[in-house]
T-cell receptor, first 114, second 112 residues
């Protein structure tokens, strides 16, 4: 157990519905990251935060995706109007920040869009 | 464009022998490299890392080698144990960014 928790662990939804995932990082970690992993691929970067500031967003993060970290602690990732192509494992990670620092990953939320 | 490549999707090694997992990259701006291990239904677990100013880093049974001129790194596990059976991901990041770029993974199976 790395100390990063994600909720829910599994989510099944119908196409067109909105979903929201939560990530609680390791408490003393300033940086929080979201990645997406599909079958047979490595995790792909989506976005990351330094405290409450969103520092970088991937081109993969379409306007249907939004992430927040309102108080610099937990983070939420919302997907609006889900599509079947959104089916994936959504991974959250955290680190102390400052460069060359390993990221600790949570167990992920598996999203299935029917 | 796959900036980090793991060309071997799987590797099978006998317990006690050496496991060598390989990774190639194309981006010259990468300055930090990591290996993660992933068991089913779990998130990736950090294993070992190396910065571009070094060519070797060792931690117990795990050693990572970096060859910058060849843009190649490898992970050596000696001796291999059945509990090492997992998917191994190579990852890299550029100067001044924390964004990790992952390879597609190599599934290692260690048999008795």
């Amino acid at each position: 157990d790395t100390g990063v928790s994600q909720d829910p662990r599994h989510k099944i939804t119908k196409r067109g519905q909105n979903v929201t995932f939560r990530c609680d990082p390791i408490s003393e970690h300033n940086r929080l990251y979201w990645y997406r992993q599909t079958l047979g691929q490595g995790p792909e970067f989506l976005t990351y935060f330094q405290n409450e500031a969103q520092l970088e967003k991937s081109r993969l993060l379409s306007d249907r995706f939004s992430a927040e970290r309102p108080k610099g602690s937990f983070s939420t990732l919302e997907i609006q109007r889900t599509e079947q192509g959104d089916s994936a494992m959504y991974l959250c990670a955290s680190s102390r920040g400052g460069g060359m620092d390993e990221q600790f990953f949570g167990p992920g939320t598996r999203l299935t869009v029917l | 464009d796959q900036q980090v490549k793991q060309n071997s999707p799987s590797l099978s090694v006998q317990e006690g022998r050496i496991s060598i997992l390989n990774c190639d990259y194309t981006n010259s701006m990468f300055d930090y490299f990591l290996w993660y291990k992933k068991y089913p239904a779990e998130g990736p677990t950090f294993l070992i890392s190396i910065s571009s100013i070094k060519d070797k880093n060792e931690d117990g049974r795990f050693t990572v080698f970096l060859n910058k001129s060849a843009k190649h790194l490898s992970l050596h596990i000696v001796p291999s144990q059945p509990g090492d059976s997992a998917v191994y991901f190579c990852a890299a990041s550029e100067v001044n960014t924390d964004k990790l770029i992952f390879g597609t993974g190599t599934r290692l199976q260690v048999f008795p």
